[in-house]
């Protein structure tokens, strides 16, 4: 685990949109797995806060050029970041093609987090509290925004480059990913090392 002060990571954290021909290390992107998700105690505590501990959200990660890992598409246990291969071919310039305007940076990319999440849990949850119905989905955007500044301030302390991309068409997203609802895919984490 890198050891650079939180103060210098959040001064050293910016969009990285060029990315270099380079192999993240396997160790790095676990870091950056466990930076969203990961448990951090024997009581299932996790990295990121969830309302009433629902934990409704879910990682996907596609590989393009990480040491010791075949290109495709995994899904993510939260438990153990163990990576379980869903798609045996590298969908990177596929998810490309699913952002809104031209996005290069996203075939170029070492590997790409994408944050999902189970969008019926957290509405039923919080059905009865106001504003009825649309609580729950509103407690997810925020956990996946609280998950999403763990992973850019762990890759910042890798030394890696990494972008949030939340421009993308969503059920072309679901269907390259193969996500089904009510997943749905809530953002990007592009990460490779800064050109
Ligand atoms: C909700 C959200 C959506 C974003 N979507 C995109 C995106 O689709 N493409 C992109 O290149 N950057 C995206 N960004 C990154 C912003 O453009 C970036 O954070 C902003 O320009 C400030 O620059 P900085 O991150 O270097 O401080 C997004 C950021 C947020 C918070």
Same mark, same amino acid.
């Given at each position: 685990?890198?050891?650079?002060?939180?103060?210098?990571?959040?001064?050293?954290?910016?969009?990285?949109?060029?990315?270099?021909?380079?192999?993240?290390?396997?160790?790095?992107? =676990?870091?950056?797995?466990?930076? /969203?998700?990961?448990?951090?105690?024997?009581?299932? #505590?996790?990295? /990121?806060?969830? @309302? #009433?501990?629902?934990?409704?959200?879910?990682?996907?990660?596609?590989?393009?050029? &990480?040491?010791?890992?075949?290109?495709? &598409?995994?899904?993510?246990?939260?438990?153990? =970041?163990?990576?379980?291969? &869903?798609?045996?071919?590298?969908? *990177?310039?596929? %998810?490309?093609?699913?952002?809104?305007?031209? =996005?290069?940076?996203?075939?170029?990319?070492?590997?790409?987090?994408?944050?999902?999440?189970? %969008? @019926?849990?957290?509405?039923?949850?919080?059905?009865?509290?106001?504003?009825?119905?649309? *609580?729950?989905?509103?407690? &997810?955007?925020?956990? /996946?925004?609280? @998950?999403?500044?763990?992973?850019? %301030? =762990?890759?910042?302390?890798?030394?890696?480059?990494?972008?949030?991309? /939340?421009?993308? *068409?969503?059920?072309?997203?679901?269907? %390259?990913?193969?996500?089904?609802?009510?997943?749905?895919?809530?953002?990007?984490?592009?990460?490779?090392?800064?050109?």
């Amino acid at each position: 685990m890198s050891a650079i002060s939180l103060h210098r990571a959040m001064s050293g954290r910016r969009s990285c949109r060029e990315f270099r021909e380079r192999a993240v290390s396997s160790m790095a992107l =676990q870091n950056l797995l466990w930076a /969203a998700q990961g448990e951090s105690d024997d009581e299932h #505590h996790r990295t /990121a806060p969830s @309302a #009433h501990a629902l934990y409704p959200l879910q990682l996907m990660v596609t590989i393009g050029n &990480v040491e010791g890992a075949t290109r495709g &598409v995994y899904s993510v246990s939260s438990e153990t =970041q163990s990576m379980t291969q &869903v798609i045996d071919r590298d969908m *990177r310039k596929d %998810l490309e093609r699913a952002a809104l305007d031209s =996005q290069p940076w996203i075939g170029r990319a070492a590997g790409i987090i994408t944050i999902c999440a189970d %969008l @019926a849990s957290p509405t039923r949850a919080f059905a009865e509290q106001p504003p009825f119905g649309a *609580r729950g989905l509103r407690y &997810v955007y925020i956990e /996946a925004g609280a @998950a999403a500044q763990n992973v850019l %301030l =762990q890759a910042t302390a890798e030394g890696l480059g990494c972008v949030l991309i /939340a421009g993308f *068409r969503d059920e072309e997203t679901s269907d %390259l990913l193969r996500i089904k609802a009510p997943i749905a895919p809530i953002l990007h984490l592009c990460f490779g090392w800064p050109e």
